[in-house]
């Protein structure tokens, strides 16, 4: 009984652990889904030159991604996770400083990033 119990008990715990660290996978795509045509509303807004309704759009990516960071870095590399930000950050000053050219540029690039840390 007590040998059932304790096998039970790890495998338990060994679930726990591997929908912990792997689990994430099934949410990863809609994450996608949910940032990606985000980024294609900035690149529609900066065409416009809509440059507030841009910058509010970039927040929300912003916001959105700080809730669903941790998922990313359990098993991303830094290195994908930084340049992420940094695109963000940039495309954040292209829209200030209203930067049509850069920030189209920029928009793609986030996506190019975007897409390389959803590839794994």
């Known amino acids: 009984m007590v040998v059932r119990k304790t096998l039970f008990t790890l495998l338990i715990v ?14 990863k795509k809609p994450i996608m889904d949910e940032i990606f045509p985000l980024l294609s509303e900035i690149t ?12 509010n759009k970039l927040n929300e990516i912003k916001t959105f991604w700080q809730e669903t960071k941790p998922r990313y870095q359990i098993n991303q590399a830094n290195s994908q996770i930084d340049d992420f930000e940094n ?3 940039k495309l954040k000053v292209y829209i200030s400083n209203q930067e049509k050219t850069e ?7 986030a996506k190019l990033t975007w897409q390389k840390l959803n590839s794994l």
């Not at 060994?14 to 099934?26: K, Q, V």
């Not at 920030?103 to 690039?109: D, H, M, N, T, Y």
């Open 103 to 109: 920030g189209l540029v920029q928009v793609e690039e």
């Open 44 to 55: 529609n807004l900066i065409n416009t030159d809509s440059w507030d309704q841009a910058e």
């Open 87 to 89: 695109s963000l950050n």
């Open 14 to 27: 060994f679930l726990a652990f591997y929908l912990m660290f792997f689990g994430y996978s099934f949410s």
